[in-house]
């Protein structure tokens, strides 16, 4: 359903991403945020499922500063090759990068951002930082706690993981604190990354509610 594509960063730069188009006319669009992980097979299916629903979906490649199309799956071995490319992030750069593809994809229509992992931090971030957007939600982003203190300009949805190892329950608690304006949505004995169904931790149940939630909210937003 997509294709490769080249976008240009505000500063010049030149990367890489993938394009699902819907079959009919689009209404909307969205920006998909990888995980650690790259635009790998699981968030291409993600822009492949959004395009099936209607959405022009982009995923940009934002790691692509670092290394060009790394792409990864989810073994031990794999998941400590992708941690490297977060040891130090560089926020101001992915986010020029999640701009550029925000940018790209304006003549759709209204634009909203979902990111997973990594991603729900930037998309968060994007949400508070970054124009041209109507809606964001983040999965599982370890920063956004340390994030909370900014105010999203556009509607925001959250979700999380009860039992996630690298997010604990405190954190989430400080995000409801500090910005009850947002959707903060927990699932019950659902671990990291419980929306990837090529990881250990996917939980169907957890998963297809989030999934369904996302879409209400997407179609409440951006209309």
């Given amino acids: 359903m997509?294709?490769?594509?080249t976008l240009k960063a505000g500063d010049g730069f030149e990367f890489g991403g993938y394009r699902?188009?819907?079959?009919?006319?689009?209404?909307?669009?969205?920006?998909?945020?990888q995980e650690i992980?790259?635009?790998?097979?699981?968030?291409?299916?993600?822009?492949d499922r959004f395009a099936a629903q209607g959405y022009v979906a982009v995923a940009?490649?934002?790691?692509?500063?670092?290394?060009?199309?790394?792409?990864?799956?989810?073994?031990?071995?794999?998941i400590a090759v992708a941690r490297k490319f977060v040891a130090d992030?560089?926020?101001?750069a992915m986010l020029r990068d999640t701009q550029a593809a925000i940018d790209a994809v304006q003549g759709v229509g209204p634009v909203g951002i979902v990111?997973?992992?990594?991603?729900?931090?930037?998309?968060y971030a994007a949400a508070t930082k970054l124009h041209g957007l109507k809606a964001a939600i983040g999965y599982y982003g370890g920063a956004v706690a340390r994030?909370?203190?900014?105010?999203p300009a556009v509607p925001t949805q959250l979700h999380f993981g009860e039992l996630d190892s690298g997010i604990p329950l405190d954190d989430v608690e400080t995000i409801k604190a500090k910005r009850p304006e947002v959707e903060?949505?927990?699932y019950t004995g659902a671990q990291h990354g419980f929306g990837c169904d090529e990881r250990a931790s996917y939980d169907k149940p957890s998963a297809d509610r989030a999934w369904q939630r996302s879409l209400d909210f997407l179609a409440t937003h951006l209309k």
């Avoid at 699902?20 to 945020?33: F, K, M, T």
Wanted: proline share 9%; aromatic share 10%; net charge negative.
């Fill in 60 to 78: 940009p490649s934002i790691f692509d500063r670092t290394e060009r199309n790394f792409q990864s799956g989810y073994s031990p071995k794999e």
């Fill in 2 to 5: 997509g294709h490769d594509i």
């Fill in 184 to 186: 903060v949505l927990v």
């Fill in 89 to 92: 992030p560089d926020w101001p």
């Fill in 20 to 33: 699902a188009d819907p079959a009919g006319v689009p209404n909307a669009a969205i920006v998909v945020i």
């Fill in 37 to 47: 992980f790259g635009v790998n097979r699981h968030i291409r299916n993600v822009c």
């Fill in 147 to 151: 994030f909370a203190d900014d105010k």
């Fill in 115 to 123: 990111g997973f992992c990594l991603g729900g931090s930037v998309a």
